[in-house]
Antibody
């Protein structure tokens, strides 16, 4: 079955760029059937969609983050990645990757990213 | 402020039936299907219901979903202690061209 695993630094300084990678196993990011998404959850709060990418490279981002977000895919490594620039404390959250756009299944276990100097 | 509106909390005793509501608009629930996610404490969300009322393999039939107009509901019958979790509704939003979530409902089993 498909499994997703997030990886990346757990601590990022304010104004720097947050970079995370999601490694997909048991399936292929090149599958034409699915989008691949990033979602985040600030501590004690609800879920926020960040954006998604299709295997072809086409993307769509949440307008509230669009100016700072880049999602890319590396089909050779079966991974997709998230970059969020100019981070502030408000970007502190658990970041999840997931398969598909709204029928999100499965999810990665999540990784906590703290923005602090 | 979440696009979809859910009650922040719900509760019930073991064996009871509880429902959680989710209200949206014509650009999301009104024109697209609704999914529900269960988030157990300290874990990632898990797909619980998709396409309004379909259960993924492995989800007990105690969980059911429905949709009417711009609102949806999740019902849990025969409540069990392990159902204590946060529940989120989600739907595609045609204006956003992406998914929108409810703020989540914390279910407590008394």
């Amino acid at each position: 079955q498909v499994q997703l695993q997030e990886s990346g630094p757990g601590l990022v300084k304010p104004s720097e760029t947050l970079s995370l990678t999601c490694t997909v196993s048991g399936g292929s990011v090149s599958s034409g059937s699915y989008y691949w998404s990033w979602i985040r959850q600030p501590p004690g709060k609800g879920l926020e969609w960040i954006g998604y990418i299709y295997y072809s490279g086409s993307t769509n981002y949440n307008p509230s983050l669009k100016s700072r977000v880049t999602i890319s895919v590396d089909t050779s490594k079966n991974q997709f990645s998230l970059k969020l620039s100019s981070v502030t404390a408000a970007d502190t959250a658990v970041y999840y990757c997931a398969r598909d756009g709204v029928r999100l299944d499965p999810w990665g276990q999540g990784t906590l990213v703290t923005v602090s100097s | 402020q979440s696009v979809l509106t859910q009650p922040p909390s719900a509760s019930g005793t073991p064996g009871q039936r509880v429902t959680i509501s989710c209200s949206g608009s014509s650009s999301n629930i009104g024109s697209n299907t609704v999914n529900w996610y269960q988030q157990l404490p300290g874990t990632a969300p898990k797909l619980l219901i998709y396409r309004n009322n379909q259960r993924p393999s492995g989800v007990p039939d105690r969980f059911s979903g429905s949709k009417s107009g711009t609102s949806a509901s999740l019902a849990i019958s025969g409540l069990q202690s392990e159902d204590e979790a946060d529940y989120y509704c989600a739907a595609w939003d045609d204006s956003l061209n992406g998914p929108v979530f409810g703020g989540g409902t914390k279910l407590t089993v008394l």
